[in-house]
């Protein structure tokens, strides 16, 4: 039997930024995070909830017009909630700014997605970032996962 | 999060340093004035009365204590990033940014105080000196996150760099809005808002509109992000 592979645990003094929990208006705290895009001329701020039961990261479709997509020509696919619900999902590529890394990442743009907050799944970010959630301390610290042999 | 100033001398850690912690409001600490401090004489004078392995040694236990804190904008001295540990130590507080300069440009700098530079002072040749211990710490500066090149800039110059190099790492408009959370969700709740710097520029109900509301008002220049302020009802369907 073939042994499981070990993961590459975060190494000691690989670059660190920590996101406190959002504090919502009724007092109770989430991992939210804030990411940049580029909006055809500047490089804008967005928030998204991390979500790691999430494949992938899903943002509201009116973000596709900001960054200057036409939604219907995008890749669709349908994605299953956990509530059983099938959703349209319209994707792409696009570049984002995130805790310190610049990269391409994949994105779903919905305008069935109700929630205020985009979503941050694992798809190009938990592939990346190793992901510390410590709700008690009330702060996700995200590490860069890996980087070239120093 | 710490912002880590490294480099050889005379690359403008302690002169951005300052201009950066003060951009940030943060407290900028020079770990050479620190060692200083503690030991109670100038590096020079450690250097000649005590050695450079005890001067490593102090470098080591202050940065040791220095990483602990948050928020601050550290300049070290220009082998400290040398030492393992304390690369470590840094690199895991924060975001290590190396200024560099071409030899002949550091030496026009640091050339009227050489007697304060234990690395060059008693130096026939201060640029052949300043060439060989650019080459052993080459490796070890290679190491940071970002590196920037301050041959020929201002300070003012290259504090711009460094202002625009760390940017993905602060969000400042996010910071005003944990600050002023409660504020913005009675205000606001159930609406998206665009911030800039510390100030609400815009609003509105769905991201696209508050950024198009924004976009007259915002500089080319300015950071600015589009955050969702929840409703109460929201609130709970969030946790839910």
Known sequence: MSRPRRLKAASPGLPRVDFPYMKDTQGHFAPIVYLQVWTRNRWLYLQAYVDSGASWSVFHADVAQLLGLKLRQLKRRYVTLGNGAVLPIYFDHIRVRFAGAEFSVPVGFSDALHMGFNLMGRAGFFTKFTMCFNDRARLLTVTRSSRSPR | ?240
């Open chain 2, 1 to 240: 999060m710490n912002i880590v100033l490294t480099g050889f001398m005379g690359t403008g850690k302690t002169a951005v340093g300052q201009r950066l912690a003060k951009r940030l409001g943060w407290p900028f600490v020079d770990i050479d004035r620190l060692i200083e401090q503690r030991a109670g004489m100038p590096i020079s004078e450690i250097f000649t009365q005590r050695g450079e392995a005890v001067f490593r040694r102090l470098e080591r236990r202050c940065i040791s204590r220095v990483v602990h804190g948050q928020h601050q904008v550290i300049a070290t001295g220009g082998g400290a990033i040398v030492d393992l540990q304390n690369r470590a130590k840094l690199r895991a507080s924060g975001v290590v940014i190396c200024l560099t300069a071409k030899p002949q440009a550091v030496l026009a700098r640091v050339r009227h105080k050489l007697a304060a530079r234990p690395m060059l002072s008693g130096a026939e040749n201060p640029l052949a000196r300043i060439r060989a211990l650019m080459a052993q710490r080459a490796a070890a500066y290679a190491k940071a996150d970002i590196t920037i090149d301050s041959t020929g800039l201002s300070v003012e110059e290259e504090l711009k760099r460094v202002w625009d190099a760390i940017s993905p790492y602060l969000c400042r408009s996010s910071q005003y809005l944990r600050d002023h959370a409660q504020a913005l969700g009675r205000r606001y709740g159930g609406r998206y808002i665009v911030v800039s710097g510390d100030r609400v520029v815009a609003t509105g109900e769905t991201q696209l509109e508050a950024f198009q509301r924004a976009s007259a008002r915002l500089s080319g220049a300015q950071e600015a992000g589009v955050y969702y302020i929840p409703s109460p009802e929201d609130a709970v369907a969030a946790r839910a």
